[in-house]
């Protein structure tokens, strides 16, 4: 599972790197939309980024019957109760709300912009910047976007380090610093991520 997290985190980089852009050009923005549309890389990406999502779903399914069943009574006990062990005891929960929030977010997105213009819609979006300030102007998703990505950040903040300790960085003096690590790289880009609901909901109230 060390693998697709790692590649979904990287998706997330791109993915805020592409969102954070709408802050500062509209046309930047927009431009990479059309970039990102109905084009074969773009689709090609897409139906990779799918593989990765559903790998990691599959895998993190049966890892947690898997724990669950190792440990059968005591798998309730938690002899602190701090909030990454809270994450680490509830990832598959954190998991299923992270995909209703994704879910929410393809029809938003990808339903009425790539898969649109792929079934030639002549309702197919191609300047995402309209979608996102007119969506980001209700109250309710700004509210179901920000617990999405609360729940998010509390996946990753265990994910992360847990992928390292995956791939054998379990030393004392590792797992503190990739604790640490991994907690400031889940707040930076969640806090990116946010940025852009937060900003044009604000917008929307001055207007």
């Known amino acids: 599972m060390s693998v697709t997290g790692f590649f979904l985190v990287l998706f997330l980089l791109f993915h805020l790197s592409m969102n954070l852009a709408l802050l500062f050009s509209v046309e930047i923005y927009d431009l990479i939309c059309e970039l990102l549309g109905a084009n074969w890389y773009a689709i090609a990406g ?26 059968g009574a005591d798998r309730y006990a938690s002899s602190r109760k701090t909030k990454t062990e809270w994450a680490s005891l509830n990832m598959y929960v954190l998991g299923l ?8 977010h393809l029809l938003n997105f990808w339903y009425k912009m790539q898969y649109a213009e792929l079934i030639h819609s002549p309702d197919a979006i191609t300047k995402g910047s309209r979608l996102v300030i007119e969506l980001f102007s209700q109250p309710l998703f700004l509210v179901i976007y920000l617990v999405w990505l609360l729940a998010l950040w509390l996946h990753l903040t265990h994910g992360i380090w847990s992928a390292f300790q995956s791939l054998g960085w379990s030393g004392k003096l590792w797992f503190s610093r990739l604790r640490f690590i991994s907690n400031i790289a889940a707040t930076i880009i969640m806090i990116g991520f946010a940025a852009v609901p937060v900003y044009f909901f604000l917008i929307s109230l001055i207007k």
């Open 46 to 71: 897409t139906l990779i980024l799918m593989a990765g999502i559903v790998i990691h779903i599959v895998f993190a399914t049966w890892l947690t019957l898997k724990n669950k069943k190792a440990r």
């Open 97 to 104: 709300i992270i995909c209703f929030g994704l879910i929410v």
